[in-house]
């Protein structure tokens, strides 16, 4: 099969497109990078072709024209800085614009790739305290990340319309070694100073990065998957029971707590909507149409990512 994929250099992406090759696909990655220079400084995600994801289309678009399936995971990074007015503009535009230019490629396409698989995430269930459970039916939330993700889902529903299979991969906090939160989230305990964030009570729903690639995998290649589902583990646990796991796998105290007010004045507004508040996500619907998670329980997650460390 030839896969399109945007975002193909993050730090899903990579895995992703990792694993597509491993199985024998032909992956392109849609880079914002110079034409033929690879996005991780080698070729082990595909064949790059560069792209402008203003809204519209270019010479690129024909990359679409009679592929097998599209991934749209593209976006500026949600953690990477902190939320000023400016970063916020950026991580909804990049989202919306890059959607909006696939949609477009799609539309004109003579031959339609049968799939689209949308990026999205947990934030569109909004955040806060409660222990109320979240599933693929929820309504969105009023916050930034809630109308982020609803801007972003809302581009790519037109796509349905040209007799094209739709998902929404709705991203819990992806758990791996090589990036994403964790190497950050670890650096505390690995010198005895970790703890839980804030009151603790916050729901932390995650992921193990393998059961993510294995689900969009298993999403383009499932002709009865369509619509939401959600990538996140069906054991959920609060942020209190995440740093107890991780001390107990890295061999390390969980006693310092990091207040929440410093956590304000380091990342901003993003510590209200991704850290000191969560939300409480199930995979109801990933898991009725069919779809198993090797690593549902947060201890044998982290024991078996501190093992592959080693």
Known sequence: MKIVLAGGSGFLGRALARRLL??????????????????TGDRTIGRDVSWTPDGTTGAWAAEIDGADAV?????????DKRWTTARKALIRSSRVLSTRSLAAAMRASSKRPPVFVQGSAVGFYGADLSDRVRDESAPPGDDILGDICVAWEAEAHPIAALDVRLVFVRTGIALAMEGGALPLIRLPFKWFVGGRVASGRQYFSWVHRDDWV????WAIMTPTVAGAINGTAPGAVTNAEFSRALGRAMHRPNW??????????????FANAGLVAGQRVAPVRTQQLGFTFAHAIIDEALADLEQRRR
Do not use: K, S
Request: charged residues 10%.
């Open 214 to 217: 294995n689900l969009v995998v």
């Open 256 to 269: 310092l707590p990091v207040p929440g007010f410093a956590l304000r004045v380091l990342v901003g507004e």
């Open 71 to 79: 991934v749209n995971l593209a976006g500026a990074g949600i953690a």
């Open 22 to 39: 491993a199985d024998g696909h032909d992956v392109v990655v849609l880079t914002r990078q110079t034409a033929g220079a690879p996005a």
